[in-house]
């Protein structure tokens, strides 16, 4: 696996390195030890996918909130998005700035999320999944997000958002702390 740093401090675009013959290809997409020798979070609570039927279906920005606070994987296993995550920690360098990487099937990319840092994407074509491994359990009470295209984050959406829930559609401005 070869890490790369990702524009938002701890966060990591993680490349498979696939081996080819001619029954096709293999490739290791997890490794505790891998992980762990880059200060990573190993643990997964649960695994979970969403499958998005049509092409510009947004979902996001989402995170928990302590003490449900997630690290969090991410790999598309079936077409193409425009992954983003925005720091949402007062804390880290990054504060604010946000980071986007196109995962697709074809590139077998995952993005790793560090807590406190809210994530989305925008699919990029119909029938899209998208997997991820969470150090959490889910908790809805500890649910939060903001909002996909708030001033406050300048980011760059390609295309158009042409299905969003009204969740994320709604969450109110974001103020820094």
């Known amino acids: 696996m070869i890490f790369t740093e990702a524009d938002v401090a701890g966060a990591y675009i993680i490349d498979v390195e696939p081996l080819s013959d001619e029954r096709g290809l293999f490739a290791r997409t997890w490794c505790r030890r891998e992980l762990e020798e880059h200060g990573l979070d190993i643990d997964v609570a649960q695994c979970s996918t969403s499958f998005n039927a049509t092409t510009g279906t947004l979902r996001g920005l989402h995170l928990q909130a302590e003490p449900f606070a997630e690290t969090k994987t991410v790999r598309c296993t079936s077409g193409a ?97």
Do not use: C
């Open 81 to 177: 998005i425009h992954d983003v995550i925005v720091d949402l920690r007062p804390e880290s360098p990054t504060y604010l700035m946000h980071a986007a990487v196109r995962l697709t099937s074809e590139n077998r990319r995952m993005l790793y999320i560090p807590k406190g840092v809210a994530h989305g994407f925008l699919t990029l074509v119909d029938r899209t999944e998208v997997a991820y491994q969470m150090s959490e359990f889910y908790s809805a009470e500890h649910a939060r997000g903001v909002r996909w295209d708030d001033p406050a984050f300048r980011i760059e959406w390609p295309g158009g958002a042409r299905i969003i829930n009204e969740r994320d559609r709604t969450y109110p401005d974001f103020v820094p702390q």
